[in-house]
T-cell receptor
Framework: GAVVSQHPSWVICKSGTSVKIECRSL??????MFWYRQFPKQSLMLMAT?????????EQGVEKDKFLINHASLTLSTLTVTSAHPEDSSFYIC?????????????FGQGTRLTVV | AQSVTQLDSHVSVSEGTPVLLRCNYS??????LFWYVQHPNKGLQLLLK??????LVKGINGFEAEFKKSETSFHLTKPSAHMSDAAEYFC??????????????FGTGTRLQVTL
C-alpha cells in the first residue's frame, strides 16, 4: 500500500523554541494532507487541512500563528509548532489520501511525539 | 453532517475467543466507512473499508465488518483474538464522493485488551 512517512518520530524541545514536523507521501502525490493531534487515550483531533500551493484550512480553535503549515510540493507538508509550550506536548499525526478516486482510504504517518520541557 | 459512535471505550477478551467492537454511524449521504488500528505511539493502520461492493468486508489479520444500513452499524469482528490484537481501534466515516479533500470523522476509539 501507499506510504506516508513522518519525521521525526519523537522530539524534545525547550519552551519558547520552534519545532518542525515533516510529512511525506513516498509513492504518490498528495494535493491534500491532514494534520491531527492526539491526546493520551483520546481520539484524533483534526487540526488543519494542508493544501498544496495554497493556505491551509484550520479547524475552529486551532491557532494559525502557532501551528504553521506549509505544503510546498505534492509530496511534502510541514507543521511547525512555534514558540512551543508544555501544553503543546502531544502526539501529532499526518495523513493523506491517494487522489483520483472515490472511497479511498487515508494513509497515516507514524506520528510524532512532541515533548516540550 | 456525519458522526461515529463507538459504543465501548474498552473491551477485554481472552486469547482465542471472539472479538466484537461496535460502531454506529450517522451520515446524511452515502458514507465510506473504515476501521483503523493504532498500536502505542504509532500511526494508524487500515484494517478494512466499506466500499458498497459488498456489505460484509474482510480485512487484514482475520478481521471483518458488516455494513448494516438499517441499523446504521459497522461492527468489527474477529473469530479468535490473538495477543497481538491488543491495541486501540477507531471507526471512521467520510463522505464517499467528496474526494481526497474530504474530512474523516473519527470515533472515540475502543481499547482492546487480550488476556491469556
Amino acid at each position: 500500500g501507499a506510504v506516508v512517512s513522518q519525521h521525526p518520530s519523537w522530539v524534545i524541545c525547550k519552551s519558547g523554541t520552534s519545532v518542525k514536523i515533516e510529512c511525506r507521501s513516498l509513492d504518490f502525490q498528495a494535493t491534500t494532507m491532514f494534520w491531527y493531534r492526539q491526546f493520551p487515550k483520546q481520539s484524533l483531533m483534526l487540526m488543519a487541512t494542508s493544501n498544496e500551493g495554497s493556505k491551509a484550512t484550520y479547524e475552529q480553535g486551532v491557532e494559525k500563528d502557532k501551528f504553521l503549515i506549509n505544503h510546498a510540493s505534492l509530496t511534502l507538508s510541514t507543521l511547525t509548532v512555534t514558540s512551543a509550550h508544555p501544553e503543546d506536548s502531544s502526539f501529532y499525526i499526518c495523513s493523506a489520501r491517494i487522489p483520483g478516486g472515490v472511497n479511498t482510504e487515508a494513509f497515516f504517518g507514524q506520528g510524532t511525539r512532541l515533548t516540550v520541557v | 453532517a456525519q458522526s461515529v459512535t463507538q459504543l465501548d471505550s474498552h473491551v477485554s477478551v481472552s486469547e482465542g475467543t471472539p472479538v466484537l467492537l461496535r460502531c454506529n454511524y450517522s451520515s446524511s449521504y452515502s458514507p465510506s466507512l473504515f476501521w483503523y488500528v493504532q498500536h502505542p505511539n504509532k500511526g494508524l493502520q487500515l484494517l478494512l473499508k466499506y466500499t458498497s461492493a459488498a456489505t460484509l468486508v474482510k480485512g487484514i489479520n482475520g478481521f471483518e465488518a458488516e455494513f448494516k444500513k438499517s441499523e446504521t452499524s459497522f461492527h468489527l469482528t474477529k473469530p479468535s483474538a490473538h495477543m497481538s490484537d491488543a491495541a486501540e481501534y477507531f471507526c471512521v466515516v467520510s463522505d464517499k464522493y467528496a474526494g481526497t479533500a474530504s474530512k474523516l470523522t473519527f470515533g472515540t476509539g475502543t481499547r482492546l485488551q487480550v488476556t491469556l
